[in-house]
C-alpha cells in the first residue's frame, strides 16, 4: 500500500505565495512520476502538474504555468507545489497523487492510482 500526505494548505490573500508538500512512503511505491490535483467547489478534479522521479522532468496545467513550480527531492520521496501569485479561482482542495504503471499521460486523474487526503487552500480577494 502507498501512503501520500499532503502539508502545506491554507488561507492566503490574493496575489500570495504558498507551498504545500507531499511525502509518500509504502512498501509497494513505484517511483515513476507524481502529480498534484485539485477540485474546486461543484467542480471536476483538474490537474494542475507533475514531475518524474528520474531526471525531473516537470509538466504543468496552463493554469500554473509561470505561477506554480513542482519540484521532487528523491531522498525523502517527497513533491512539492510551489504557488505564487495565487488568485482566488486558485482555491480548491489540492490532492497529490501517485500511479502504478507509468504513462507519459499525466493529465488524466484516471491514470493515478493512490490520493492523498488533500489540502485546502483558499485565496481570498
Known amino acids: 500500500q502507498v501512503q501520500l500526505v499532503e502539508s502545506g494548505g491554507g488561507l492566503v490573500q490574493a496575489g500570495d505565495s504558498l507551498g504545500l508538500s507531499c511525502a509518500a512512503s509504502?512498501?509497494?511505491?513505484?517511483?515513476?512520476?507524481m502529480g498534484w490535483f485539485r477540485q474546486a467547489p461543484g467542480k471536476e478534479r483538474e490537474f494542475v502538474a507533475a514531475?518524474?522521479?528520474?531526471?525531473?522532468?516537470?509538466y504543468y496545467a496552463d493554469s500554473a504555468k509561470g505561477r506554480f513550480t513542482i519540484s521532487r527531492d528523491n531522498a525523502k520521496n517527497t513533491v512539492y507545489l510551489q504557488m505564487n501569485s495565487l488568485k482566488p479561482e486558485d482555491t480548491a482542495v489540492y490532492y497529490c497523487a501517485a500511479p502504478i504503471r507509468d504513462t507519459y499521460s499525466y493529465t488524466s486523474r484516471y491514470n493515478y492510482n493512490y490520493w492523498g487526503q488533500g489540502t485546502q487552500v483558499t485565496v481570498s480577494s
Open positions: 509504502g512498501r509497494t511505491f513505484s517511483r515513476h512520476f
Open positions: 514531475i518524474r522521479w528520474s531526471g525531473g522532468s516537470t
